[in-house]
């Protein structure tokens, strides 16, 4: 009986594929706005959410913020965590636009895919897979979740891994610190307009150029498509 064919030599130019996660990949506005009324706070709408500090979106801002953190005690703080756990496993989808192109990543042997963020559920690791798998994305061959504790520095992970055997790196955010640290990293950074900063904070602040920046997620994954085509 002969033997069987040897497999085809893979290529040893390998693409790091890093993407945020709330903000870029999902909308969570709506999950935390649900699980907030659970307990009788608001966050406000969506637009003035959006513009606030780190600290006040999570306590609402502006009129809301004074109120919220007045009424969250510390175990109303841990019960809220739970919620908001519940509401992201149960209800969270990422947007539609990116399910087919994190797919054929994820497929793609020459493409290192996966996700750094901060995710203030509990055990935010396995709530992010959870939402993957809910929108049918093949969470299993993922190559990487990697949740940042509260403190941590997204730039100081982004430079561990961008190692020399990678012949290109590609980072995707929505924030002014996402920015920040993949381009002092050495990646190649594009950026939502849609996320948690708009276009205007990530502009002003950050200085992103506005090729860089866009508006929706149909048109920042056909951007990410292009950037990853020759590895695909």
Same mark, same amino acid.
């Given at each position: 009986m002969s033997s069987p064919p040897a497999p085809a030599r893979a290529t040893t130019q390998r693409l790091l594929l890093v993407l945020d996660f709330d903000g870029l990949l999902l909308n969570s506005y709506e999950l935390l706005r649900l699980s907030f009324e659970e307990f009788g706070l608001d966050v406000g709408d969506e637009t003035r959410f959006r513009n606030r500090r780190k600290?006040? +979106?999570? #306590?609402g801002g502006g009129k809301e913020w004074l109120v919220n953190l007045a009424s969250i005690a510390l175990p109303r703080k841990k019960q809220l965590r739970h919620s908001?756990?519940?509401n992201y496993r149960d209800s969270g989808r990422i947007f539609a636009e990116f399910v087919p192109l994190l797919n054929d990543c994820i497929a793609s042997p020459c493409i290192h895919t996966g996700i750094v963020s901060r995710n203030y559920t509990v055990q935010p690791?396995?709530?992010?897979?959870q939402v993957l798998v809910n929108?049918?994305?093949? &969470?299993s061959e993922l190559d990487f979740v990697i949740p940042l504790p #509260?403190?941590?520095? +997204?730039h100081d992970v982004l430079e561990g891994m961008r190692a020399t055997r990678y012949s290109g790196s590609v980072f995707a955010?929505? &924030?002014?610190?996402?920015?920040?640290?993949?381009? &002092?990293c050495g990646y190649t950074v594009v950026m939502a307009g849609y996320g948690f900063d708009t276009r205007q904070r990530l502009e002003r602040r950050a200085e992103v150029p506005p090729e860089l920046i866009f508006d929706t997620p149909a048109a920042l994954a056909t951007r990410l498509r292009e950037l990853v085509l020759p590895y695909l």
């Open positions: 600290f006040l +979106k999570y #306590v908001l756990t519940r690791g396995a709530t992010i897979r929108s049918q994305v093949n &969470e #509260v403190g941590s520095r +997204k955010g929505d &924030e002014v610190g996402d920015y920040q640290a993949a381009r &002092e």
